[in-house]
Each structure stands twice: as C-alpha cells, then as structure tokens.
C-alpha cells in the first residue's frame, strides 16, 4: 500500500433515484474522464427528513473514484468524500491515467 500524504485522491458517495439516472451519471463521468470508475449499488432504503416532512425511499449508491479536486461544494445533493490516504500504488496510478487533471485556468 502506498501512502499519499496530500490527499490526491477520494471516493465519493451519493444517491440517485433510480437505475437510468444512475447509469447516465456513472457513463458520462467516465466518458468525460472525471472518474475512473463508478459502483452502482442498487436497492437501498433512505429515511430522511426534508423540509420539515420524514421521507422513506428507494436509491441506488454510487461509489465514484476520482481525484480530490473535482469533488466540488453542493448545497443540496448529497455528496460524501472519502480521502484515499493509501492505496495500491498501480490503482493510484491508473486514477492519475484515467482522470485528467483540472486546469489552474
């Protein structure tokens, strides 16, 4: 395991509705070279509290690979980031040949 010590790389975490929704997300993610991989994880049951109402629904989780600095600030959506402090080193390498790097422009 190879330790990274600025944090270069995370997974994130989010739910979708449904299966289409998911499945769109996940291929233009990967088509635009933002994720090396997304895990579609289907069948979950949310129970949450939304403007004051308890809801209960039916999500799919999606597990995105990325680089740290694409995970942006969301209001709303809910998207969790999961540093990658270590990792095979050969897994970290196919992230950095995969996910293009954001531009300082």
């Not at 790389?9 to 997300?25: G, I, M, N």
């Not at 629904?57 to 402090?85: A, G």
Request: charged share 25%.
């Amino acid at each position: 395991m190879s330790s990274n010590k600025s944090f270069e790389y995370s997974a994130c975490v989010t739910t979708v509705s449904t299966d289409e929704v998911a499945r769109k997300l996940a291929r233009s993610l990967i088509e635009a070279h933002l994720a090396t991989c997304v895990n579609i994880i289907p069948s979950v049951r949310s129970i949450y509290e939304w403007q004051s109402k308890i809801h209960e629904d039916n999500e799919l989780i999606l597990m995105i690979k990325i680089r740290k600095e694409y995970n942006q600030s969301y209001d709303v959506p809910e998207l969790i980031e999961l540093p990658i402090t270590s990792g095979n080193p050969d897994y970290l390498k196919w992230i950095d040949g995969i996910v293009k790097q954001q531009s300082s422009t």
